[in-house]
């Protein structure tokens, strides 16, 4: 049986609170992932341990990238008192948390070679009721397209005692999409979306749209950094925009060369004209000169260039704080 984690584990925090007390917290968060990973990998076999991008590879960097979110800071006046319910119950050992959270009339039997055993869940992404939400039929749901190709780097574990060290183009883009998620849910926004992914380098793969109750689906498609060639595949762009059941912000983050460029284009300007809000980000290579691509803009696609990836997650923030009515 697949454990299905929690993507969120996190609270709202007020503008109050402490800056340091925040940051010393996300350090321990840290800590106690990479103690989590060391426990799981213990008792494997040499051949699983070594799979590239195994469930239990893709664990250990959820429970990393849960740690440099960027947290959300709401005004004490609106923030939550207490949740009115929990969406997801997430297997976990009965030792390691707190009574009340496992959800008991859950608990299950499973027969093992030898005997039974038990399986306990806990409560997780509570859902909180705050004042002055959107109503559910103004938000758009959200669909994250990410750029995976041996040009967007990826060093998730260097200098891991530097918290602002650079760490590649897909770190800062997978920052981002748990920030993302993060304010989402901690503004109590998330519960009223589905989510959408795609990761694209050599292969174009796709999650389906899900609700935030199943976001582990989104997230172990965007994890794996594929490191290859870039190519967007259009038939699967398009399935995805089929596949919508409402209006949906796409945010398509690359550092451009995607090699079947002008087919992507076509694609992103039928998408825009069937209604579909489209960010669509390049990050600038240094000593290079980008420009807006006319077609996009003229189609009425927001097509961003940054000179500088540290950039992308405070924009992308800025995006969805003003679209989904999110008041820092």
């Given amino acids: 049986m697949t454990e299905s984690p929690s993507v969120f584990q996190w609270e709202s925090i007020t503008i109050e609170e402490d800056d340091q ?54 005004p004490s006046k609106i923030m939550h008192q207490h949740p009115v319910g929990h969406l997801q119950l997430v297997p976990t050992d009965l030792y390691d948390t707190s009574l009340n959270q496992i959800k008991w009339s859950s608990t299950r ?22 004042q002055g939400s959107l109503p559910q ?18 060093d998730p ?37 589905r989510f959408a992914a795609i990761n694209f380098s050599s292969a174009t793969h796709y999650s389906g ?41 796409m945010i398509l983050i690359t550092d451009s060369g995607i090699s079947n460029q002008s087919e992507v284009n076509q694609t992103l300007i039928q998408m825009r004209h ?10 600038n290579d240094p000593g290079t000169s980008q ?3 006319q077609e996009l803009k003229t189609a009425g696609i927001h097509n961003i260039i940054i000179q500088n990836s540290r950039d992308l997650e405070n924009l992308v923030l800025d995006i969805t704080h003003h679209r989904y009515g999110i008041h820092t």
Avoid: C
């Fill in 21 to 74: 007390k925040e940051a010393d917290a996300g350090k321990d968060a840290e800590k106690t992932a990479k103690k989590k990973s060391q426990k799981k990998g213990k008792g494997k076999s040499g051949d699983e341990s070594g799979k590239k991008n195994s469930e239990e590879s893709l664990l250990k960097l959820h429970e990393l990238y849960l740690t440099r979110a960027k947290p959300l800071k709401l």
């Fill in 137 to 154: 039929a103004t938000l758009p749901d959200f669909a994250f397209v990410l750029d995976s190709s041996a040009s967007m780097g990826f």
């Fill in 291 to 293: 420009h807006e691509d």
């Fill in 157 to 193: 574990y260097h200098a891991p005692e530097n918290e602002n060290a650079f760490r590649g183009a897909y770190d800062l883009a997978l920052r981002t999409y748990y920030s993302v998620i993060r304010h989402l849910s901690s503004a109590g926004k998330g519960v009223y979306l």
């Fill in 274 to 283: 069937q209604g579909q809000e489209i960010i669509y980000i390049q990050i």
């Fill in 109 to 130: 039997p499973y027969p093992v070679r030898g005997g039974t055993e038990w399986w306990f869940y806990r409560k997780e992404i509570p859902i909180y009721r705050h």
């Fill in 209 to 249: 749209w899900h609700s935030i109750d199943a976001l582990w689906e989104i997230t172990k498609v965007l994890l794996p950094h594929q490191g290859k060639d870039t190519t967007l595949d259009i038939e699967i762009l398009q399935r995805m925009a089929n596949e919508a059941t409402r209006p949906f912000l």
